[in-house]
């Protein structure tokens, strides 16, 4: 009986191994375990009389008591039934495992076949495709092309660099900017490589040093931006702590060190100077733009109707003058007066 509950459970165990990691070895090794296991604790029906003397003088040499055969036997047939079903719980255990295991490792994105492989072209290649390349220079690349994305829907661009702060300072100065704006420390060889070809390209080339560089999308987020820089600025006191740095380095740049390296906004495409960012702070939106000239388009007409109100009461005046001052000459047409 044991040994057919062995086996019954050992077929459990395999078929739930087929059907959940669909792997026939496995199943395998799990019905081979549990029958080995199986055979190890069932007690076998002994026959002869030769077995039957040697097993008769151990249990003579053991002088067990017979008041305590019965529990023996019950507790050994207990411990049978607990190592079986202890080595089963361990077995779909690590099939659990070994499942899960593979679960985690990430699928394939997409499946290419020989046909589409066969139809490709030229101008189906990358703009960065090597014959062989690695898979650290794969998501180098893949790391520029989400640059150049970021680029193409950037409105305003600026970098300041972080020499001198510390991890908690460096974050801390990062999370004062708003949350629409993103402020990432980047290698400055990955940003020229996406600006590449692009009216970008001149001010990032122009950006020195560690740098954390602003991405702003919107225009409604440039005044935030420029004042959260403007208080990153007087709180860490960037000021004094890049041209104490630049003195230790100043044999080996070929440029003065800036606590930021300026700006640059889209559809102007004029570098920013640093000394002219905080002018920024106060810089109004496409919106405050077009409230302000239809108020003054609005006030055009009201002034232009003023005028024209005014004109005939000056025309008349003018013309009671001349009639005035020819009275008093005696001359009888308007040329003798003006003459």
């Not at 661009?157 to 708003?178: C, D, R, V």
């Not at 100077?273 to 003054?296: H, N, S």
Request: with cysteine; hydrophobic share 45%.
């Amino acid at each position: 009986q044991a040994f057919t509950g062995a086996l019954a459970l050992a077929c459990f165990c395999a078929e739930l191994a087929m059907r959940i990691g669909k792997m026939k070895g496995i199943a395998a090794t799990c019905v081979m375990a549990c029958l080995v296991t199986a055979s190890g604790f069932v007690t076998p029906k002994h026959s002869g009389v030769s077995f039957r003397a040697a097993h008769d003088s151990e249990l003579a040499s053991l002088r067990v008591p017979s008041q305590y055969k019965g529990r023996t036997s019950a507790s050994s047939s207990f411990r049978s039934d607990a190592w079986s079903c202890l080595s089963v719980g361990l077995l779909l255990a690590g099939a659990a495992g070994l499942q899960r295991r593979r679960t985690r490792a990430a699928p394939t994105t997409r499946r290419v076949t020989l046909a589409e492989i066969d139809s490709l072209v030229v101008e189906d290649l990358p703009k960065f495709w090597y014959p062989k390349v690695s898979i650290t220079k794969a998501r180098r690349f893949a790391l520029v092309e989400s640059i150049r994305a970021q680029l193409d829907k950037t409105f305003f661009l600026m970098a300041w660099n972080y020499f001198g702060f510390t991890a908690s300072e460096l974050k801390e100065a990062q999370l004062m900017f708003p949350t629409a704006v993103k402020a990432r420390g980047l290698r400055n060889s990955l940003v020229r490589k996406a600006a590449e070809g692009t009216e970008w390209e001149e001010y990032v080339n122009s950006v020195k040093g560690q740098t954390i560089w602003v991405f702003v999308e919107s225009d409604t987020d440039l005044k935030a931006t420029i004042q959260a820089w403007i208080a990153v600025n007087k709180k860490f006191n960037r000021d004094e702590k890049t041209a104490q740095i630049y003195e230790k380095v100043a044999d080996d740049m070929n440029s003065p060190l800036l606590a930021a390296s300026g700006g640059i906004m889209r559809d102007e495409w004029n570098i920013i100077p640093y000394k002219d960012l905080p002018k920024y702070k106060d810089f109004p939106t496409k919106l405050e733009l077009i409230a302000q000239i239809a108020g003054a388009v609005k006030q055009v007409p009201t002034k232009l109707a003023v005028c024209a109100k005014q004109l005939p009461q000056k025309t008349a005046i003018g013309i009671k003058k001349i009639v005035e001052k020819m009275e008093e000459e005696g001359k009888a047409t308007v040329g003798d007066v003006t003459a």
